[in-house]
């Protein structure tokens, strides 16, 4: 059931979203922050504690995506909870959502994270002060954090990004990170008219939609840290083997035509996703993604798989440099056994969601 005075489980509001301060000079929210969530009760209060916390005034939509015990929270008064009785997935959550959002501007929060108190009002003030082509939407930094609250990783969006680029293939930026999709504002009529995120999509999800935003919608990058990304042991979508495979050649279907126009691009994504199939054991699907790369951009692949493989030549070079003789411990490592320093990052890859810079899969929800 629904918390008292929410909307009925999987109603969406009828109409237009509501004027809000930027619009009129009402007083009141014009900011919505949708929760999607499934089974993770302790962490979804968390979330929604910190949407509730924000320095300026904003509603919370927690859409319940069919949780075998439904959402129970505390009740307050800009805090509505939806359901469906049956899983329907994270996009259509999201989607929900969205539809149900009174304001003019939306912003996703995923169960398991939290926003800094100041993450709607830098947003907002990104947006009004950006020079970009409208509508203009925001990014904003992540941290990503483990579960006793140590960062482990910063990730700042790229400065900005004009309406018809086509956001990671336009190239790396230095110093900052395509991976901050999470912390879109965007405008609600502007996000449901490209189509919100799209149900048939299980991996790829947020890519896949910033594909479709960005030639319509500016993106403001803040150059400012306002979400944390927690990394702990729950569940996560990972038994399904070929489920990033179809939903990576599904993503190069749709987006065929961008992908071609920006074939350096195209290869490095390639590449990335080769990487990742062969440490999962895929190894003929990373096979078949090496061979796009190469058809699609050969210099390029070549570039980086020389780039790669003398790293790879550096770090084992490291590695046997540090290893003691027998009888000789390394007096750097009073410990004989102890690991790579390199890799006792709370950040590196574990149980639970992966680490920054890899694409994170999670129940219900995956990225």
């Known amino acids: 059931m629904s918390q008292p005075g929410a909307a009925q489980p999987g109603a969406a509001q009828p109409g237009a979203a509501q004027p809000d301060v930027a619009d009129g000079g009402v007083a009141g929210p014009h900011v919505t922050v949708v929760v999607p969530t499934h089974d993770r009760p302790r962490l979804l209060a968390l979330a929604v504690a910190s949407a509730l916390a924000q320095d300026v005034p904003v509603d919370v939509v927690v ?3 069919g949780s075998p015990a439904p959402v129970a929270l505390p009740a307050h008064p800009r805090l509505t909870v939806l359901r469906h009785e049956t899983p329907q997935g994270g996009s259509a959550a999201r989607n929900l959502g969205a ?3 009174r304001t003019r501007w939306v912003l996703w929060l995923d169960d398991d994270d939290v926003l800094l108190p100041h993450a709607v009002r830098v947003a907002l ?4 002060a950006s020079t970009l082509p409208p509508p203009v939407a925001a990014l904003s930094g992540i941290e990503v954090v483990d579960e006793a609250g140590r960062v482990s990783s910063r990730r700042l969006p790229p400065d900005a990004l004009a309406r018809g680029a086509h956001f990671f293939l336009e190239g790396p930026v230095a110093g900052r990170s395509y991976n901050t999709k999470q912390t879109l504002l965007v405008e609600r009529d502007v996000a449901l008219g490209v189509g919100g995120f799209d ?3 299980r991996s790829r999800v947020h890519t896949d939609f910033f594909l479709r ?3 319509v919608c500016s993106l403001q990058g803040v150059p400012e840290v306002t979400y944390r990304l927690l990394v702990h ?8 083997p070929g489920l990033r495979q179809r939903s990576h050649a599904q993503l190069l279907e749709r987006h065929r035509e961008a992908f071609a126009a920006h074939p350096r691009a195209q290869a490095a994504f390639c590449l990335e996703h080769a990487r990742h199939s062969w440490a999962n054991g895929q190894r003929s699907a990373a096979l078949r993604a090496v061979a796009r790369a190469v058809r699609v951009a050969p210099l390029e692949t070549a570039r980086r798989t020389a780039g790669a493989l003398a790293g790879a030549g550096s770090r084992a070079l490291r590695l046997r440099s540090r290893r003691p003789r027998p009888g000789h411990p390394d007096p750097g490592h009073p410990d004989p056994g102890h ?3 390199g890799h006792s990052d709370p950040g590196h890859p574990g149980p639970g ?3 920054a810079g890899r694409p994170r899969l999670r129940a219900g929800r995956p990225s």
Do not use: K, Q, W
């Not at 042991?233 to 399904?240: E, L, N």
């Open 63 to 65: 859409v319940d995506d």
């Open 99 to 101: 539809r149900h959002a």
């Open 125 to 128: 003030a990104a947006v009004a």
């Open 199 to 201: 149900p048939t999509f």
């Open 213 to 215: 935003l960005n030639p």
């Open 233 to 240: 042991s729950g569940p996560r979508v990972s038994g399904d």
């Open 339 to 341: 690991s790579d320093p």
């Open 353 to 355: 969601r992966l680490r």
